[in-house]
Each structure stands twice: as structure tokens, then as C-alpha cells.
């Protein structure tokens, strides 16, 4: 602009003749396509045979030898009969409901083992319902302020599962952290208000912070703030599997992975 | 001048080869065009895709290794059928022989073990990726439920799986696991009853699971995968950068 208005012959700019409702602004500069594309896509196009059947081929010899060293080396677990009569201590369902199992421990098991998976698989099967914008299709993350709101709720979930077992165990398992148990002392509550209802609660407080916290900071689209919420998901499925299979021992307390007897495979 | 007939052309231009082979060596696009649309396994594929379709970084095959160890867990699961009894009595015991008496029955159920975790894992990590790129939006939102059906199903295959070796490990990990589906709310106890079809896991649980494992939940699978698998196709393909 300074340049412009110096130059001879041109009329310098005077402030305020611009009627200032109808300036465009630049928002943001997009890297993209011309608009006038040829017709033919031959260019981005590649033939099926070979360029992908080699890639599927590979992956496949390169999975099968990989599947097949293991299976060489590593046998799969097979302990003693089934025996109805004696009861592991502890008891562990298959790794991938270690994460349920772990809920378990800290809520009613209605709630734990089935409202809140049922919740989050149809919460899931929904996204595309509510997340209709075509925009950041085919980018991971979508773009770079995607990426570190990935990595903001990636840490965020760690610090905070993490933080709310340890917190729930130290204070007394299964008693909301000492709210539940308070409550049915002196308010003569049920179990369905602490193992239920607190619960509940006391579970969504820590998304309408991470939500929340995201909203302030990044000044997200309704994408964003879904990755934000996949992201919890995803993390929190995965510490919760960690805890369950490598640090629940003897009754389900908390121990060291080195200390715990096979029970899981 | 001809050319002098290597034994290679006679089979090829057999009247047997030419029956069912109705195209040339894929080295010309027409041949590689033909070989993918006259062939009923590759004519899941286009004949073109997009050159971002083939980046081994955007899908990291998880999809693909996904169904793929499904095809090694059929194929796995049918050599282990020829031995395995669904029986609470001789269950145990049919497991000790795969293992000790039948040749590579070793092998067979720990590729079928170790695929069946890695399939939970892959179908997973494939739900991830597919979230990450965005590429469940519109057209694609109902491939994005099946695929959430298929997650479900895949954990359903790997459950009714895990009882079927009759060890402790086995019957423990399913106790728990049919009492945390017991404990829903309202129908928690018919679900349980279902599950199990006694008071506690027995031998109508064991052929209740295996029914599930070897028929009920593959055929389940492989129908959602036909329609997820086409699905893409009809959506225009794999999604990519607009």
C-alpha cells in the first residue's frame, strides 16, 4: 500500500473511502488446484494392475511371514482344564474388555460394562450424521491445528485417566473418590445414585472440560471438536486395556507388570 | 519370419488355457485392463484408481491386512475344525492332541490365535485411520455404520473364540465376560441366559459359542464385508485430498 500510494499519477489512498462493511479481508491463503481442470484424469490416474495388486501382494507376503516367524516362536496360552471349582485370582476377561473390566471396578456394572460401551459405539456410528462438511478429506488430522488438538487430547486423556484411577484407588475403589461413599453415609443414598448417577457425572465432567479447554485454546469447527472427542475415545480405550491387562494383580489391586500371574493371552 | 513356438505358447494358446484365461500377459494396458475386470477376485478393483489410492502411507493397509486375516482365520479355522471337539469333556483334550500329535496342529492354532488378536487390533487401527482422514463424510456415512458393525462383529468372532480351547484361562476370561453382559440393565439376566444357556458356563454354553465361532459370526462378517467392500466402490472409490 505505501509503495502504491507514492507512486506519481496514482491518487493516493485516502483512509476511510472505503466503505469498511464491504472490505474483503484475506482469511487465509489455501494451497489448491487451478479451477480449470482438463477433462482428462489420465495424469492423476494409475492402472490397478500393477501399481496396486503389487502393493496388496507385498503387504500380504510381508504380513504372513511376519504372522508365521510368530507363530513359530510364540505359542499360543494353554493352561490347566477348565475348573469351575477354582477361581483365578484374578479373573481377567479377554484383553480387548480389560478396558470394561477395568470401569468395572470404579462404577455399577450395568453402567460400566454396557450403557457406556453401547454409548460410545453408537456416539461413533453417528459422527458422520453430525460432521457433514466435506472439508480435510484425505488429510490425516485434517490440518495442522487438527493435529495438535490430536495431540492435545492425546495427552490430556493419559494425564487424566491415569490421574482418576490412581486418585479413585488411593481415596478408595469403587466410592467415586470418597463422594459416593459420603453421600450414602449421611444422605442415605442408593447405589444407583452413586454407582449410576455420580458416575455418570463425574465421567462427563472431564469431556466438557476437554471440550471445553479445546473450544478456548484452538477456536474449533465442529470436526475439530469430534477429533477432539475420537481422540479421548481412542486414548482412554487404550490406557484403560494398559491398566487392565499389565497392572491389575491379586483382587484387582494395582501392581507392577513384572508381579502378575499369566492370566491373559 | 515366424517366430519359433516356445512350450510356453503352446500352453498358452491351448484350447484349454483360452478357455479360461481370455486375455493376454497383463504387460499391455489393455491385457492389465482385462485382467482386472474378467477376473471374479480382482474384479473387486477398478481398473483405474487414483495414484493417491496407492500410497501405502495414507491407508497403511490396515483395511486390506484386516480382511486379510480373515482369510487366514477361515483358512486356519477349517484345518483346526478337522480336529477340535466342542465338547466340555474332550474339548481339553482335542486341544492337547492339535498340539502335540497333529502335524503343524501347533502352527494352525497359534497363526489362528495370533491373527485373531491381531485382527481386533487391525480393525481397530483402520477405524482410527478412517477417522483421521476424514473419510466417513458424505457420500460415505453409511460405510462408516457397516464398519462400526463389522468392529462389533469382530469382537463378537474373537469372544466366542476364546472359550473354545476349555482351559482355565478360557473359561475364566468368558465367566467374566458373559457377567459383565448379564449386568445390563432390564434384560441383563435373559442376556445372560442366553449367553450361556444354563446357570453357568457348560457344555450348552461351549456349543452355543462354537455354533457362533465357525458359522453364524463368519457368515455375519463376510456379509458385511461384501456390502462394506462394495460400498467403497459405489462412493466413489477409496477417499483422497479434494
Same mark, same amino acid.
Given at each position: 500500500m505505501a509503495e502504491l500510494a507514492e507512486r506519481p499519477g496514482l491518487p493516493a489512498p485516502t483512509p476511510g473511502s472505503i466503505d469498511e462493511a464491504k472490505r474483503q479481508k484475506l482469511l487465509e491463503l489455501v494451497r489448491g488446484r487451478a479451477l480449470a481442470r482438463p477433462t482428462d484424469l489420465a495424469e492423476d490416474e494409475v492402472m490397478v494392475w500393477p501399481s496396486l495388486v503389487v502393493v496388496e501382494a507385498v503387504s500380504a507376503v510381508v504380513f504372513t511371514a511376519i504372522l508365521f516367524a510368530l507363530s513359530v516362536l510364540v505359542n499360543g496360552p494353554l493352561l490347566d482344564r477348565a475348573n469351575p471349582n477354582q477361581t483365578p485370582n484374578p479373573s481377567k476377561a479377554p484383553w480387548y474388555f480389560l478396558n470394561l473390566?477395568?470401569?468395572?471396578?470404579?462404577?455399577?456394572?450395568?453402567?460400566?460394562?454396557?450403557?457406556?460401551?453401547?454409548?460410545?459405539?453408537?456416539?461413533?456410528?453417528?459422527?458422520?450424521?453430525?460432521?457433514?462438511?466435506?472439508?480435510?478429506?484425505?488429510?490425516?488430522?485434517?490440518?495442522?491445528?487438527?493435529?495438535?488438538?490430536?495431540?492435545?487430547?492425546?495427552?490430556?486423556?493419559?494425564? &487424566?485417566?491415569?490421574?482418576?484411577?490412581?486418585?479413585?484407588?488411593?481415596?478408595?475403589?469403587?466410592?467415586?473418590?470418597?463422594?459416593?461413599?459420603?453421600?450414602?453415609?449421611?444422605?442415605?443414598?442408593?447405589?444407583?445414585?452413586?454407582?449410576?448417577?455420580?458416575?455418570?457425572?463425574?465421567?462427563?465432567?472431564?469431556i466438557f472440560i476437554l471440550v471445553g479447554i479445546v473450544k478456548a485454546i484452538f477456536r474449533p469447527t465442529r470436526r475439530e471438536i469430534i477429533i477432539a472427542l475420537f481422540t479421548g475415545f481412542f486414548v482412554t480405550y487404550w490406557v484403560l486395556t494398559m491398566f487392565g491387562t499389565s497392572f491389575r494383580g491379586h483382587g484387582q489391586d494395582l501392581t507392577w507388570p513384572w508381579n502378575l500371574p499369566l492370566t491373559h493371552g | 519370419?515366424?517366430?519359433?513356438?516356445?512350450?510356453?505358447?503352446?500352453?498358452?494358446?491351448?484350447?484349454?488355457?483360452?478357455?479360461?484365461?481370455?486375455?493376454? *500377459?497383463?504387460?499391455?494396458?489393455?491385457?492389465?485392463?482385462?485382467?482386472?475386470?474378467?477376473? &471374479?477376485?480382482?474384479?473387486?478393483?477398478? &481398473?483405474?484408481?487414483?495414484?493417491?489410492?496407492?500410497?501405502?502411507?495414507?491407508?497403511?493397509?490396515?483395511?486390506?491386512?484386516?480382511?486379510?486375516?480373515?482369510?487366514?482365520?477361515?483358512?486356519?479355522?477349517?484345518?483346526?475344525?478337522?480336529? *477340535?471337539?466342542?465338547?466340555?469333556?474332550?474339548?481339553?483334550?482335542?486341544?492337547?492332541?492339535?498340539?502335540?500329535?497333529?502335524?503343524?496342529?501347533?502352527?494352525?492354532?497359534?497363526?489362528?490365535?495370533?491373527?485373531?488378536?491381531?485382527?481386533?487390533?487391525? &480393525?481397530?487401527?483402520?477405524?482410527?485411520?478412517?477417522?483421521?482422514?476424514?473419510? *466417513?463424510?458424505?457420500?460415505?456415512?453409511?460405510?462408516?455404520?457397516?464398519g462400526v458393525l463389522l468392529l462389533v462383529v469382530t469382537f463378537l468372532l474373537s469372544f466366542s473364540g476364546y472359550l473354545l480351547p476349555w482351559d482355565q484361562l478360557a473359561y475364566w476370561a468368558i465367566t467374566v465376560g458373559t457377567n459383565i453382559g448379564g449386568a445390563a440393565p432390564i434384560i441383563g439376566p435373559q442376556v445372560n441366559k442366553i449367553l450361556l444357556g444354563d446357570f453357568q458356563i457348560a457344555q450348552s454354553t461351549l456349543i452355543r459359542f462354537y455354533t457362533l465361532h465357525v458359522i453364524f459370526l463368519p457368515l455375519a462378517a463376510a456379509f458385511l464385508m461384501a456390502v462394506h467392500f462394495w460400498r467403497i466402490r459405489k462412493d466413489g472409490g477409496i477417499s483422497g485430498p479434494l
Open positions: 473390566q477395568e470401569l468395572l471396578l470404579h462404577m455399577d456394572a450395568g453402567l460400566a460394562g454396557v450403557i457406556v460401551p453401547t454409548v460410545a459405539l453408537v456416539a461413533i456410528a453417528a459422527i458422520p450424521y453430525f460432521d457433514r462438511s466435506p472439508l480435510g478429506v484425505g488429510i490425516l488430522g485434517t490440518s495442522s491445528k487438527g493435529r495438535r488438538i490430536i495431540a492435545f487430547a492425546t495427552v490430556y486423556s493419559i494425564v &487424566v485417566v491415569v490421574g482418576m484411577i490412581l486418585v479413585d484407588e488411593k481415596i478408595g475403589r469403587g466410592t467415586q473418590f470418597g463422594i459416593g461413599s459420603y453421600m450414602m453415609d449421611h444422605w442415605g443414598a442408593t447405589e444407583f445414585m452413586t454407582g449410576v448417577i455420580l458416575s455418570t457425572i463425574i465421567m462427563l465432567i472431564p | 519370419m515366424r517366430r519359433e513356438q516356445t512350450l510356453a505358447d503352446r500352453i498358452t494358446g491351448s484350447a484349454l488355457w483360452r478357455s479360461f484365461v481370455r486375455h493376454g *500377459y497383463p504387460d499391455t494396458q489393455r491385457n492389465q485392463a482385462l485382467i482386472i475386470a474378467s477376473n &471374479v477376485f480382482l474384479h473387486i478393483h477398478p &481398473v483405474k484408481i487414483k495414484r493417491y489410492a496407492t500410497k501405502v502411507t495414507y491407508t497403511f493397509c490396515l483395511g486390506g491386512l484386516s480382511f486379510f486375516m480373515f482369510l487366514v482365520l477361515t483358512m486356519t479355522g477349517i484345518l483346526l475344525m478337522f480336529y *477340535y471337539i466342542p465338547s466340555s469333556t474332550q474339548a481339553y483334550q482335542s486341544m492337547l492332541d492339535i498340539q502335540s500329535s497333529v502335524t503343524f496342529g501347533q502352527l494352525m492354532r497359534n497363526m489362528h490365535r495370533w491373527a485373531a488378536q491381531g485382527m481386533v487390533i487391525s &480393525v481397530f487401527l483402520h477405524m482410527a485411520r478412517v477417522f483421521y482422514t476424514g473419510s *466417513y463424510k458424505p457420500p460415505r456415512e453409511f460405510n462408516w455404520v457397516v
